[in-house]
């Protein structure tokens, strides 16, 4: 192995230690209280509603599929949908999940008025309790990102794998709290591997 590939692996190795280590701190800055809130207020709402632009909006996607999955309706808004029209998705029963670290990007913040116009309950999920985001919002789950994992700390890296960790654990809340079963998830998971073995007679 050259100078260059042991190199390229040592910043390889790197990057999953942060976020190794991006994970295991969300286990002690989370607010259990608040957490649990959010978790209960998302199993008994009508419908979920996530938005969230870049890769916060990737987090976002798989989130709202994996509520799905548990039989909680729910759907992602794209920023750019919901300004001409799609904010039409959200009623007072609902509550809509917002990520942005900052808490303060640009698209979101005109959705963030409709919302609160409309009454749904806002979940905020950023780092920033001072932004506009955390200010409007009902429930905040904080983040707190020390460094992303690529050498230059830019890109979505440590906090998108923190991002998702949060919702998995938000999900596994929400089955608890709904009494989810198996056998429900065999029924709307009928296709692949999965649903063979769900569904074996």
Not at 39 to 47: D, G, I, R, V
Not at 136 to 148: L, R, T
Not at 185 to 198: D, K, M, Q
Request: hydrophobic residues 45%; negative net charge.
């Amino acid at each position: 192995m050259n100078e260059l590939s042991q190199k390229a692996l040592q910043m390889a190795w790197e990057s999953l230690k942060i976020e190794k280590e991006a994970i295991e701190q969300a286990m002690e800055y989370l607010d259990k209280e608040e957490f649990i809130k959010v978790a209960t207020a998302l199993s008994e709402c009508k419908k979920i509603i996530t938005c969230a632009s870049g890769s916060s909006g990737i987090a976002a996607k798989k989130f709202q599929h994996s509520l799905c999955c548990i039989d909680r309706p729910a759907c992602f808004m794209s920023p750019a949908e919901a300004v001409h029209g799609g904010l039409g998705v959200v009623t007072d029963e609902d509550c809509v999940i917002m990520v942005s670290r900052g808490g303060k990007t640009v698209e979101l913040l005109p959705i963030i008025d409709v919302v609160k116009k409309k009454g749904a309950k806002l979940i905020a999920v950023t780092e920033n309790l001072n932004s506009p985001l955390a200010d409007n919002a009902d429930f905040i789950i904080k983040m707190q990102i020390e460094k992303e994992s690529d050498k230059y700390n830019m890109m979505a890296t440590a906090s998108y794998v923190a991002t998702i960790a949060i919702f998995d654990a938000l999900l596994a809340a929400v089955m608890e709290l709904t009494g989810y079963k198996k056998e429900q998830f065999g029924l709307i998971h009928p296709g692949g591997a999965v649903g063979e073995r769900l569904n074996k007679k």
